[in-house]
């Protein structure tokens, strides 16, 4: 299907390029208009999941007393909230960066649960429904409230292994976690779905308006439940009449009434890949060259990261859009089943290493 592995030679990219050489995600039907992304988007967008998921919520208190909401995907069929095998791989899926959980994240979902996954959908503070209890929501790359997440899954699922998939802009805090966490960071492996790698850059480029006003649009109206809370930290009448994801974002977490900074700041402390050489974990990129929300390829894709990390793999094709991927037929979208292939071949390179070596599964 014309995608390349772009990554650092090691014996594991080798069986990744064999593995992802062989799944026939990469060799399905097209897309009939492969020059149009923006189409491709919004059809992906407007496609509901097939068949509607069964979700069962859990309130996660934080060590702040804030809330995080976790949903697992228990499917259409009945299943028990968070069941599965003793030995089932817990999959956590993180919504982009509005919180807005997609028709596609849900059939990434679906498509987990059918091959003995347990999926489980991680929403911030104040998104999609879940309660803001302390005036603080999560800065875009800050992964405090998704480290407390990681720790309780792993307490809670402790012999299974944890992996984890980020749609869009929510990338940002599923990068900014891997490496700030290091080796520490408790997942077997990671993959982003047209991840956005550099934060600032991509919030003052400004996106087509056809995806920036929706999402800003979803966020505002999130926020206004919550107006009378956060008018004690930051103005609301500004808040609420941004014009845009920028103005929004500088808003809420730079012009704040106790502790004001500037966007430079901000960024310093949020830029997705700022520990980037940190990250112990192999990660997939999947990524198009012509997503319009990214932005243009030359000056979006840190393809130096990839060629200097032993942990960074992207695998670049030249149409897909914007988390859409499409293809004729069920499934809808190539890019889930290139993310299962690639943790089903991670889950059997690791299990040949351990044979080699000779090393104890870990307890």
């Known amino acids: 299907g014309h995608c390349r592995l772009l990554c650092k030679p090691s014996a594991l990219a080798q069986h990744l390029m064999r593995s992802l050489g062989r799944s026939a ?25 097939e068949p509607e998921p069964v979700v069962a919520r859990e309130l996660l208190q934080l060590s702040d007393a804030g809330l995080v909401a976790l949903d697992w995907l228990v499917g259409p069929w009945g299943a028990a909230g968070g069941g599965g095998a003793v030995s089932s791989p817990v999959l956590l899926l993180i919504p ?15 498509r987990a649960l059918e091959r003995g996954f347990i999926p489980v959908i991680f929403n ?23 480290r407390e997440a990681v720790t309780y899954l792993r ?19 599923l990068l900014a976690y891997l490496g700030e966490s290091g080796s520490s960071s408790r997942l077997a492996a ?31 109206q999130g926020l206004s439940r919550y107006a009378g809370a956060l008018a004690e930290v930051v103005d609301t009448d500004r808040l609420l009449g941004s014009r845009s994801l920028r ?38 990129c999947l990524c ?22 032993p942990y960074f793999f992207l695998l670049l094709t030249p149409h897909g859009g914007h988390c859409a991927f499409p293809r004729r037929g069920p499934g809808r979208c190539w890019a889930h089943e290139a993310v299962l292939e690639y943790f089903r071949a991670m889950a059997e390179f690791l299990r040949t290493e351990e044979r080699r070596k000779g090393l104890p599964r870990p307890r």
Request: net charge positive.
């Open 155 to 173: 307490c809670r699922h402790p012999s299974a292994s944890l992996l984890a998939v980020s749609e869009g802009s929510g990338s940002g805090l």
């Open 124 to 146: 911030r503070r104040g998104h999609n429904g879940c309660p803001l209890t302390t005036p603080r929501l999560q800065p875009f790359g800050d992964p405090g409230d998704l």
């Open 288 to 309: 198009s060259a012509d997503d319009p929300v990214r932005g243009p390829a030359a000056q979006s894709l840190p393809r130096e990261l990839f060629r200097s990390s």
């Open 25 to 49: 995600a990469l060799r399905g039907g097209r897309w009939p208009w492969p020059c149009w992304p923006r189409l491709q988007m919004l059809w992906q967008l407007l496609q509901p999941p």
């Open 190 to 220: 990671a993959a982003c779905i047209s991840p956005i790698f550099r934060g600032r850059d991509w919030f003052e480029a400004r996106m087509p308006w056809l995806y920036e006003w929706p999402l800003l649009l979803h966020l505002k």
């Open 96 to 110: 982009n960066a509005a919180g807005k959980v997609t028709g596609g994240l849900l059939q990434l979902g679906l």
């Open 247 to 284: 103005e929004l974002e500088e808003t809420l977490f730079c012009r704040t009434r106790s502790r004001p900074t500037s966007w430079e700041s901000y960024w310093e402390r949020n830029e997705p890949l700022r520990d980037a050489d940190e990250a112990a974990v192999p990660v997939l």
